[in-house]
């Protein structure tokens, strides 16, 4: 059936019960009263993947950013992780051989440094990241207590992450549940929801929790939900209704109008009315060149009586100096074309390479 193990830890007998074979554990205490336990063994052959399982769970647990053990020059109290876990076989060696090992104790795992620290047992500067109660303290335990191997080559990799659902609509104030499925190399597919980490790209619409939990505000919108996890990338689209009647829209004039129109259906938000020549005139300058329109300009297009005077302002602008300007101190910041002096050199090769 299985067999106790016992253990000391400074002065203490620990004792645990591992099964062999699934049954029934007959437990009797001091010979007074006695019950029957299911047990099973179905998970004790389980080998813990040190990339898989315990990577997932430091990073979720803010081990490996920047701020914490991540941290350029020597991580944090003189403990180095790599950013985000991208470099496993160096935070193995962290973890299991520098500072002769003392991070993990194997006689009883649960007393290692590492997760007396990560548990609040032992002081530690970060708080507490992993609750003895939690499934991720659960997972670097049977990691330790199974050795603390690295994984061999044949060990499954990572080869695609998803979420469900992909896109949906929730109502203000309402809520959507998101599911993160990893698929590995040989073919299984593990739910990783509560090691994947969220981030919603605009918190005034709708805040994430830890474990996926979308919940939208009193306003309407669209608002996307990263979800990252082991170095793959995925994203949710959300789209919060208003709710309105969306009738009567103008024609569309190319398929920007299309897309717009598109998504004012979908969100039911009415489009404002047509503006005024003015009102365009004022607006599409500042767009195109960057500047208010001029006094010549401004006489030029109000006096104009064609149908397509719009049109034809448009075509003028893209035509100007001012365009190229305005549009090439765009494109130079966003490529970061800076020639201040050499020092800028290398940031700018190394940008583009």
Known sequence: ??????????????????????????????????????????G?????????EVMPVLTKAGCNVGVCHAKAGGGQNGFQLSLLGFEPLEDYEHLTVEDRGRRLFAGVPERSLLLRKASGLAPHGGGIRLPTSSAGFATVEAWIRQGAAYDDKLAPVLTKFAIEPRRGSIVPNGQQQLSAL?????????????????????????????RGLVTARDQTGKVAVMVRYQGKVAVF????????????LPPARNFIDERVFSSLKEIGIPPSPVCD????????????????????????????TSADRRDNLINDLLDSQDYAD??????????????????????????HS
């Open 1 to 42: 059936m299985g067999q106790v193990e016992s253990t000391r830890w400074l002065g203490t007998r620990i004792e645990r019960f591992r099964p062999r074979l699934p049954g029934l554990l007959r437990a009797v205490l001091a010979a007074t009263a006695s019950w029957l336990i299911p047990v099973c063994a179905c």
């Open 44 to 52: 004790a052959e389980h080998p813990v993947s040190f990339i898989n």
């Open 182 to 210: 990893a698929r590995y190399s040989d073919g299984s597919v593990r739910d990783v929801t509560d090691l994947a980490l969220y981030e919603s790209n605009d918190a005034a619409l709708a805040e994430v929790s830890d």
């Open 237 to 248: 689209s959300a789209t919060i209704p208003l709710g309105a009647p969306v009738d009567n």
């Open 277 to 304: 020549d003015a009102t365009f005139l004022r607006r599409v300058t500042l767009d195109i060149t960057g500047r208010l329109p001029t006094e010549n300009e401004t006489a030029r297009f109000l006096s104009a």
């Open 326 to 351: 305005f549009f090439a101190t765009k494109w130079t910041a966003l490529l970061k074309n800076r020639r201040d002096d050499a020092s800028d050199i290398v940031s700018n090769f190394a940008f």
